[in-house]
């Protein structure tokens, strides 16, 4: 890497130690291992002394069983194993958005109003199925997290969340708009006239426009399917108030100075793309970024010998006849040093296009992360790296 | 990799003849995009007219065609000699209900107030269920175009979503029919789910040979299979020929590799710097250096045995799924529209397409 784009280095061990640090958000591309860097940072928080809780969202099931997570219940769960000699300790747990979302239906309807909707088909299908709703959960239950953590002194006082591996990743920031423009609109009005109204007495009452709107609905979904819409909305309507207000909550909660988003990546294209789409949008939401964490970057253990001079080599002996096995050693080293090359080109770009971004690398492993000596590895370089980096 | 299978008229054996739209998905960073843009240009290349189509609004596919961007209109991108075309589109899920709402309803007026009241939003953002329900309802529709008794696409491509969404995402018309039991909109899921269910579908799985990856397709697999969606086949991307002997990768990883052999090869290339005879403690220094770069080597060579043996695994657990398989070279330079063309044609020579 040039030395012009050599970013800030991102003190790992420094936001982990800083006690305002209440909250850290790990968000960054699919497969670029976002929810092993949540976990090594929530190990190495406890470790260091802190009260952590890290909401995992869909972990690969090793790393699941890693931290005692064998099934998802929405419950904190304290993992075994951990060094608690610094006074800390560490939760974990996988999010149920069902259970989450059931649990926010429960807090603001009544029991009676609470069961039409378990029950309403809708809901069934919005609540377990439908992609989406796993970002507006897992910051709700962030909110949740929050709340029992402030209640409790004893409590958590770090808590580390992953976020849904999706390009909508950070749906969640537009969550409460959304629900505001929706509650605001006209449709949830035209939802709920016939409920309330009763039979089709509304026709008379509203006007022509609402009229085709609901002749319209009625045509594309059929009858039947209005009905069951209708008495969704019309349940739901006390839910989405309460709704809206703690999407607002937490979206501001995320604005806090308490909280860091730390963007992952690996040096890749399009892991850095989007990372850059990531620190762009955090950016402009007015959400602190802590840095980039870098996974998988690869090293070279011969740093000395370029790719070029180890080909030739390995060509000149292949000529020569013999020294097959230092030849293939030679190609092994060249595609390495290539491969670090292409990813420093790619981490500069990112670098001069963010230069504000700190960053830290974690090394390529042969192995993916399955147990917490593996993390304790990952968790390692991201706070070795802090110190060497740029050297 | 395997051979070309050639039948007798020279053009390579076709796995899938009967499949039109061919779903193609796989964990993010396997390079779905890529395979899917490359089998698109290899079923032109046998005279088909091909839609590729990507729904995620990543604009994934104009980088490795060489546009700007894609617009929600079917754009050509590439002709063939045979006669086949690749054509393109990036759905949107707004302007997909807007038409579905024209083309089945006949309903530009009130898809205009229903847009206004913000039923169109509420449709493709907030219950984003029905943003999938959109976007495959579009693919059926351009399945089944037809102008003059024929159909407009041979075949459709999707760039799909990963791995771990594609169940969902196929199957979320089977959750529209049992929410609708009567009425337009069931009968159009079921056509759709019919469609996905056929034997025109193939929903074919990317991966590279690592752990995550390997993992997610055979639970992908496992999923598709679970609600009866037809499993097409496995595309391992980014494959690297080992650049060791077998025997060599085993001493590596076993760590018996032998270090004097390495130091006489390294010697041999004169990479210890200046020779013996050139004064004791150039000689000597020049010895260290090739003691530290053979341990270096060494240790590399380790990791890349490991890697291999890795590579070995997933690919007996891949064969364990029972699925025809097709294999990539990793091209580490990045994509562009010459690759693609390298890259289809090994799939078609693989019998893929």
Redesign the interface.
Known sequence: MNAAASPRALDVDALIDDLETRVIVCCGAGGVGKTTTAAALALRAAERGRHVVVLTIDPARRLAQAMGLLELDNTPRTVADVDTSEGGRLEAMMLDMKRTFDEVIEAHASPEKAQQIFANPFYLALSSSFAGTQEYMAMEKLGQLRAQAEADPDGWDLIVVDTPPSRSALDFLDAPKRLGSFLDGRLIKILSVPARAGGRAYLRVVSAAIGTATGALTKILGAQVLTDVQSFVAAFDTVFGGFRERAEHTYHLLQEPGTAFVVVAAPEPDALREASYFVDRLGSQGMPLAGLVLNRVHTSLAEGLSAERALAAAEDLGESGGHALTAGLLRVHAHRMRRREREGALTARFTSAHPEVAVVSVPALAEDVHDLGGLREVSGSLAKAAVAYGV | MPAARADRFGAAVDDWPSVRLHVVTG????GKTTVAAALAIALAGRGRRVLLAEV???Q?LAPLFDVTELPYAERHLVSTRRGGEVMAVSVEPKAALLEY?EIF?H?G???K??E????I??AT?????L??VLLTGKMYEAARRRVGGKYVYDCLVLDAP?T??IT??LN?NE?VV?????????NQAGSIMSLLRSPQTAIHLVTVL????L?ETADGVADLRRVTLPVGGIVINQV?EP???HR?LQDAVAGS??RE??L???A????GGPRAGSGTGAAARGAA?LQ??A???????A??G??VA?EERGRKDLAALDRPTYELPAI?S?IDLGTLYDLAERLHAQGMA
Request: charged share 30%; proline share 6%; net charge positive.
């Open positions: 964990k993010g960073g396997t995620e609004g990543r994934g709402l309803y309903m007026r009130a898809g107030i229903l206004k009241i913000g039923a939003d509420f953002t907030i219950a984003p269920g943003r999938d990963p771990g969404r969902r995402f979320v959750e049992g929410l609708a039991k009567v009425g337009p909109i069931r690592e752990e995550m990856p993992q690297r650049l060791l002997s060599a590799l032998d052999e390495v006489a090869g390294l041999a290339a004169r990479l250096r530290l770069l341990d270096g080597l060494i240790a590399q060579a990791e890349h490991m890697r890795l580490p990045g």
